[in-house]
């Protein structure tokens, strides 16, 4: 403790003796140094830290900007699982109708295809209506059975069709 006394005594002592404009040019340069000394410890480092947070954040952007068409996409092509098997089943039933065909069963497949059971349909009104489908409606058959019905020249299809 002595010691840091005595230094400032010194320094007192050595301040005292020198004249007013070595004092004033003693001053400026100290401020001077200590601006500096702020710029370059304090806002120098914050500005480089600033601009790198900035170019991250442009990077994190620009991954995002490609992120979110291809979230949309999917999103559209989930949400339209739903309304692709509603306009499937409308396709088929209208295509049925028209083809004097009616469907004993229908269940929506997770993959936007569907199952279908017919009973008691004539060989060549099946045979037309397959033909509608794919070349028509551009409708996949992914599988298909056919039994004989029970009704003599009338056959039981088992189907599941897919659109393309």
Do not use: C
């Amino acid at each position: 403790m002595a010691l840091f006394e005595s230094q400032i005594n010194r320094i007192k002592d050595d301040w005292q003796e020198r004249s007013d404009s070595e004092k004033k040019i003693i001053t400026v340069v100290g401020v001077l140094m200590l601006i500096f000394a702020v710029y370059f410890l304090l806002v120098e480092p914050i500005e480089v830290y600033k601009e790198k947070q900035y170019r991250l954040l442009s990077a994190e952007n620009n991954r995002y900007s490609r992120v979110i068409p291809l979230v949309e996409r999917i999103q559209s092509r989930s949400s339209n699982s739903g309304q692709l098997s509603e306009g499937l089943a409308k396709l088929i039933d209208d295509s049925l109708q028209k083809n004097g065909l009616t469907m004993r069963g229908f269940q929506p497949g997770k993959n936007n295809d569907v199952r279908l059971r017919l009973s008691d349909v004539p060989y060549e009104s099946l045979v037309q209506w397959l033909h509608d489908l794919e070349y028509e409606h551009n409708v996949v058959i992914e599988e298909m059975s056919v039994s004989p019905s029970k009704e003599t020249n009338l056959l039981l299809v088992n189907i599941r069709v897919k659109k393309g």
